[in-house]
C-alpha cells in the first residue's frame, strides 16, 4: 500500500450523464475526504467519511452528488446529470484520526480524477 | 470562516536563488499543511506544522509557523528546476474537523536553470 489511489484518472462525459468516481485510500487510514479543484484555485472540501460515517458535507455538495464509504474503506463519488460546470479536478485524501485532542496527523492525497464535461 | 491568502500568487526565480512563500490566515491556525502539485496532478505531502514558533525542514525546504499562529511562511534554499510547481498552504479549522482543510490559492513556482 503506497498511497491514496484514484481512479479513473481522466474522465471524459457528455453533459446530462452520470459518472462514478473511486478512492482507495491509505489501509490504516479511518478518514477519507473529498476535495474539488477548479483551475488556477486551491482544494475545495467537498465531504468527509470516519471509517463508513459521512460526517459533514460542504454547500458546494448538491443534490446531484453522492459519496459513500459503505465498509469504511474505499469511497465513490458520483454526479448525476453532469453539467459544464462540474469540470474540475476531484481529489481524494485520506488521515489516521486518533482521538478528540491527539496531534493531527498528515492528510495525503490522491493523484485526482479529472472531468471534463462535454 | 477561514480564509488563506498566499503571496506570491506567481515567483519566477533562477536556479541557485533562496525564495520564501507566505500563508496568512484570517483566524488562528490550528494546524498548517504545506503541498506541493505539479499542474494536473495530486498534492504532494511535504510539512505539517502545530504549534505556534515550529519550524520543520526537509532538504532545502523549510516551513514555521508564527507564534501568534496565524501566518506560516515556506522557504527554499538554493532553489532547483525540481522545486518548479504549485505550492499550497492548507489549515485546519480546530475541532473534530481534523483534517478538513481550508486552502490557500496557491503559488507558482518557476524555477530557470
Known amino acids: 500500500d503506497t498511497g491514496v489511489s484514484q481512479n479513473p484518472r481522466h474522465k471524459i462525459t457528455k453533459r446530462g450523464q452520470n459518472v462514478t468516481f473511486r478512492c482507495d485510500p491509505i489501509?490504516?487510514?479511518?478518514?477519507l475526504y473529498w476535495y474539488r479543484q477548479t483551475l488556477g484555485q486551491g482544494p475545495e472540501f467537498l465531504t468527509y467519511f470516519q471509517n463508513e460515517a459521512q460526517l459533514e458535507k460542504s454547500r458546494l455538495l448538491s443534490d446531484r452528488f453522492s459519496a459513500e464509504r459503505p465498509k469504511g474503506s474505499f469511497s465513490t463519488l458520483e454526479i448525476q446529470r453532469t453539467e459544464q460546470g462540474d469540470s474540475a479536478m476531484y481529489l481524494c485524501?485520506?488521515?489516521?484520526?486518533?482521538?478528540?485532542?491527539?496531534?493531527?496527523?498528515?492528510?495525503?492525497f490522491g493523484q485526482g480524477t479529472r472531468l471534463t464535461v462535454v | 470562516s477561514q480564509e488563506l491568502e498566499q503571496s506570491p500568487q506567481s515567483l519566477i526565480v533562477q536556479e541557485g536563488k533562496n525564495l520564501t512563500i507566505n500563508c496568512t490566515s484570517s483566524?488562528?491556525?490550528?494546524?498548517l499543511y504545506w503541498y506541493k502539485q505539479k499542474y494536473g496532478e495530486g498534492l504532494i505531502f511535504l510539512m505539517m506544522l502545530q504549534k505556534g514558533g515550529e519550524e520543520k525542514s526537509h532538504e532545502k525546504i523549510t516551513a514555521k509557523l508564527d507564534e501568534k499562529k496565524q501566518q506560516s511562511s515556506l522557504h527554499i534554499t538554493a532553489s532547483q528546476p525540481s522545486h518548479a510547481g504549485i505550492y499550497l498552504c492548507?489549515?485546519?479549522?480546530?475541532?473534530?474537523?481534523?483534517?478538513?482543510?481550508?486552502f490557500g490559492q496557491g503559488t507558482i513556482l518557476t524555477v530557470h536553470p
Open positions: 485524501a485520506s488521515s489516521l484520526w486518533v482521538r478528540p485532542g491527539h496531534p493531527n496527523t498528515e492528510a495525503f
Open positions: 489501509s490504516e487510514h479511518n478518514r
Open positions: 483566524k488562528t491556525l490550528y494546524g
Open positions: 492548507g489549515a485546519y479549522a480546530g475541532g473534530t474537523s481534523y483534517g478538513k482543510l481550508t
